[in-house]
């Protein structure tokens, strides 16, 4: 079975501080997806990023930073000098490649506020 | 804005009663999801269809039901409802589930409360 485990709940920064959410998958599948949202006050799911298990290439874009890490199965998004407008709750989420796996499967998600 | 639409935003109703929510995927594509968001549950896959079929189907419950229908639109209908349905409904939609490089866009969402 799929699993994706955020443990951070919740976290709090200040304002231009760089914060790292954690992300940690499990599957039996060789080949697999990893993705990040983004969830505003306002509600919508917002896409951030796609990797794919055959490529470990870390992403930058932007402010936004990905590490994955097959050995450790983690898969960290950083925000490097965070603004208000991050403050969201984040999912990391995970999904296989044949039918019946094509679902995702989330994490908790990680609220995090920044403070001005 | 994704490009997926979904109607009502949000919907009040009373336990016993019966609703169906509305979905219109991106243009072009073919899959749509529906997944649940509850305080205690979090983000739960309910049912997947791809072009009119339905592919996958995870824990949903037998007074729930879905449809894609020819021109793609999908429709979710709660029957029964309790009041923990109470819940926002999100439905994803993407171009072609079987290749590597998709990705599930989702829409605002509906807001569904049982009182």
């Known amino acids: 079975a799929q699993k994706v485990t955020q443990a951070q709940t919740e976290i709090s920064v200040v304002e231009k501080e760089d914060v790292t959410l954690d992300c940690v998958y499990e599957?039996?599948?060789?080949?697999?997806?990893l993705f990040w949202y983004k969830q505003p006050p306002s509600g919508e799911l917002v896409f951030l990023i796609r990797?794919?298990?055959?490529?470990?290439q870390n992403e930058i874009s932007g402010r936004y930073s990905w590490n994955f890490q097959k050995s450790t199965s983690s898969f960290n998004f950083t925000i490097t000098a965070s603004q208000v407008v991050d403050s969201a709750v984040y999912f990391c989420?995970?999904?296989?490649?044949?039918?019946?796996?094509?679902?995702?499967?989330f994490g908790q998600g990680t609220r995090l506020t920044i403070n001005p | 804005d994704s490009g997926v639409t979904q109607t009502p935003k949000h919907l009040i109703t009373a336990t016993g009663q019966r609703v169906t929510l509305r979905c219109s995927p991106r243009?072009?594509?073919?899959?749509v999801y529906w997944y649940q968001q509850s305080l205690d549950q979090g983000l739960q896959f309910l049912i997947q269809?791809?072009?009119?079929?339905?592919?996958a189907k995870g824990n949903i419950l037998e007074r729930f039901s879905a449809q894609q229908f020819p021109d793609l639109h999908s429709e979710l209908n709660l029957s029964s409802l309790e009041l923990g349905d109470s819940a926002l409904y999100f439905c994803?939609?993407?171009?072609?589930?079987?290749?590597?490089?998709?990705?599930?866009?989702f829409g605002p969402g509906t807001r569904l409360t049982v009182l």
């Open positions: 989420a995970l999904r296989g490649r044949n039918q019946g796996a094509q679902k995702l499967v």
């Open positions: 269809y791809y072009n009119g079929e339905e592919r």
């Open positions: 243009s072009g594509d073919l899959s």
């Open positions: 994803a939609s993407s171009a072609d589930p079987d290749r590597g490089t998709d990705t599930q866009y």
């Open positions: 599957t039996r599948d060789t080949t697999y997806y």
């Open positions: 990797r794919n298990s055959f490529d470990e």
